[in-house]
């Protein structure tokens, strides 16, 4: 460790750590996030050494906070807060689940997604992303990639279309913090199927 009186200061440290963390946070495009979050605590004393943070906030406006509003008595006890927009009116598939990514990828602001081959009943397979694994989707229709139909027998064309697309997937979310033709990407013990897509991409991409 250095000496103090030459490290930088520990408020300014503390204070860009939890800046940057709250950047990420409110970064995330997500519909779903909660309305509030733990409050981060970073403690430096003048010796510059850290000090455990509080488990649970303590602050008054660092816990939770329940958002209340008053209804009338008179008015029903269940109100419908649905916009009158076009939510459920976009056509959407059904699909059973065939084959899927062994992990979730990341998809820039869609978060973590798994990349899944659903079949329809009268046999159509569809590409679609999805947040979770289970047996039955529901997607909108403008969401699912149609793909060819193999004979019954022989699945290792799809196998491959999957892993294809997952690996561009992979390769997308590698470079894209990556700008312009001077950026640079070394990477090492790659597999071939994302080494091939990190060609490719940095290529369309000029990078």
Excluded at 101 to 127: E, K, N, P
Excluded at 171 to 188: Q, S
Aim: contains cysteine.
């Amino acid at each position: 460790m250095t000496h103090p009186a030459r490290s930088p200061s520990p408020d300014a440290v503390a204070f860009a750590l939890l800046t940057l963390q709250s950047r990420e946070i409110l970064a995330k495009e997500i519909d779903d996030r909660p309305i509030w979050s733990a409050e981060p605590e970073i403690i430096i004393n003048e010796d510059a050494r850290q000090l455990f943070s509080r488990i649970r906030p303590i602050s008054e406006e660092s816990g939770p906070n329940l958002v209340l509003r008053e209804i009338p008595g008179q008015d029903s006890f269940v109100e419908n807060l649905g916009d009158a927009g076009t939510a459920g009116s976009e056509p959407s598939i059904d699909l059973q689940t065939a084959l899927s990514s062994s992990s979730a990828i990341r998809c820039g602001a869609l978060g973590y997604m798994f990349v899944v081959l659903g079949a329809q009943a009268d046999g159509t397979r569809h590409l679609v992303l999805s947040s979770s694994l289970i047996p039955r989707l529901t997607v909108p229709a403008t969401s699912a990639v149609a793909v060819p139909r193999y004979s019954s027998d022989n699945h290792e064309d799809e196998h491959m279309t999957l892993a294809v697309l997952s690996a561009h997937l992979v390769a997308m979310e590698i470079l894209r913090p990556l700008r312009g033709p001077e950026a640079i990407l070394v990477a090492h013990k790659l597999l071939p199927l994302i080494l091939a897509a990190l060609r490719i991409q940095s290529e369309i991409q000029s990078i």
